[in-house]
């Protein structure tokens, strides 16, 4: 690396500093790719002109439309015939896991996974209740399975479509609609047969239930408040009734800046705060109850009853993250308020207004009606925002032909070389709009702008990392260290070191960074470019070992109960199946 200059050495630290930052989550991951591209803007490294390039590349324009037509599509329920075939009675995890395979993986292909895995998640839910199988063993497998679907075509997922966008601008050719497919499909395959067979067995059993929240395995966090004039006022907790609650329990009593044992001799007074710890059924069940009020001030004065319930899912990037309540204010600016705080990996401490929320938490919130509609979009804030009470979604079930005639057409003439994705994206996103599948303020809503500023920066990060020859250097560095394993041996490297980063940064991220350095790989090895862009884009999918690497794995979290590690356990398998196939099919088709 001493051939380097001063560019590629302040591109290298700036890339190195920018990886600290998003491992650490110290800023969302849109705020940091700005940052390092501004850090290398300020440096001359870049001009604006090729920073911003990466806002006219094909890839963003793809995935921005497709993030349209894919909700013009869920707004007409096409997809709901899908329910008949992923839950009939009397299946039990196997089968149900193979049957994702069979139907949410060819769905997930075409369709983004995120709004499919915030479609099917309550569904798996009521299912796995109405069977008595404990969530826990259906909501990863709900995730895997949709982003196993999306590596087979060059729609399926916006990393596929960052490959491709950054192969075209380095002139190394591009992905076609299938050019992956032959090694993607098999991959799959194999991964959901692993799954099936053996991260099944590795997942909790009793997580997601109601047993597993007696047993401490999944809390949720509520406060109630006893109001001026409660009967319950100076009785005590044992004699209000409030020690045997079944599914929840009461931790502790608040009154003002003090902090009381909820014993069963400790006498209640009006104003008193009482935090609850349990099932969230059993918050329906204190809501009712009298003598007990909300904690919290009602979001609107008329008939505070009368207002719906939502949970909501934490996004990742969330403003929400890291703050309070308060810090938020969040009635303010949500419009809603607060009633209950659940996470899967333990007890959540602390009064409701005063904890620090993390990514992955499960708000239940009291809003006026359309707080879903609103809300549910904004994948930037909230992963998924549902009814609590099971309200279905108004969809307008007579255009659904309409809107899947609309999806083929989209990939049709791109699979068939009529036009290109972007272009034939951007036209059915547009016709989505004009023929009334989707209103123009849902489109707004539906388009995940930090997605595409992600993978904007990333192609501007991705042109400095080749540019100041940064990637070459590296890029020859592997290659030398593995020269007495041959071509294969730095693909396999490649595979690994990408497959790594991507389970602590964004996927797009980590395919901008990586297919630099394997175009500089194919220059040296002689392999055609297409090699290293499949053996990038698998692996940059290949997200099944931490619940941060891909938004769909966070978002069944809470659904599941699941823990870190449960993740790690139940993806090791899956993961070890999808590489070995996607690296044997690459040595089969290419060497």
Known sequence: MGALDWTAWATLATVLGMLVVLVREMARPDVTLVGAVAVLVALGILTPQEAFSGFSNGAVIAVGSLFVVAAGVQNTGAL???????????????????????????????????????????????????????????????????????????????????????????????????????????????????????????????????????????????????????????????????????????????????????????????????????????????????????????????????????????????????????????????????????????????????????????????????FDRDWNARRDEFLLVAPRRGEQPRIQPGKAPLALALLLGVVGLAAFGVAPIETTAFVGAVLIILTRCLSARHARRAVDLPTLIVIAMALGLGKAIESTGLAGTLAGGIVGSLSGFGPFGVVVAIYLATMVLTEFITNNAAAALMLAIGLGAAAETGLPPVVFGVTVAMAASASFLTPIGYQTNLMVMSAGGYRFGDYFRAGLPVTLAFGGVTLAMIHLLWF
């Not at 799954?195 to 007696?214: E, Y």
């Not at 069963?264 to 705060?273: E, I, N, W």
């Not at 609850?276 to 007990?292: K, Y």
């Not at 409701?352 to 992955?360: D, K, S, T, V």
Request: charge should be neutral.
């Open 80 to 370: 709901l015939f899908a329910d008949r075939l992923l839950f009939p009675r009397g299946a039990r995890p196997r089968e149900a896991v193979l049957r994702f395979g069979a139907v949410l993986g060819p769905m997930s292909a075409f369709l983004n996974n995120t709004p499919l895995v915030a479609m099917f998640m309550p569904r798996a839910q009521a299912w796995a209740e109405r069977v008595g199988v404990a969530p826990s063993r259906v909501m990863i497998p709900l995730s895997y399975v949709t982003i196993l679907g999306g590596v087979t075509t060059l729609v399926g997922t916006s990393t596929n479509l960052v490959v491709a966008g950054l192969m075209e601008e380095a002139g190394a050719g591009t992905l076609g609609m299938f050019t992956q497919t032959p090694v993607a499909l098999p991959a799959a395959l194999a991964a959901i047969v692993a799954m099936a067979l053996v991260s099944l067995r590795l997942l909790p059993a009793d997580r997601g239930t109601d047993r597993a929240v007696r047993d401490g395995l999944r809390e949720c966090l509520f406060e109630m408040r006893v109001p001026e004039g409660s009967p319950l006022a100076g009785q005590t907790i044992e004699e209000a009734g409030l020690r045997a609650l079944g599914t929840a329990f009461l931790a502790h009593v608040r009154r003002g800046d003090e902090i009381l044992p909820a014993s069963p001799g400790t006498a209640l007074r009006a104003g008193d705060a009482l935090t609850f710890q349990g099932a969230p059924d059993a918050l329906d069940a204190l809501l009712a109850r009298p003598g007990l009020a909300r904690a919290v001030e009602p979001v609107a004065t008329p008939s505070l009853a009368t207002l719906p319930l939502f949970e909501a899912v934490v996004a990742e990037e969330s403003s929400l993250v890291g703050k309070t309540l308060r810090d938020v204010d969040f009635r303010e600016r949500y419009g809603g308020a607060v009633l209950a705080v659940q996470r899967a990996a333990g007890v959540v401490p602390g009064a409701i207004g005063r904890i620090p929320l993390r990514p992955g938490d499960l708000l239940i919130i009291e809003a006026a009606e359309g």
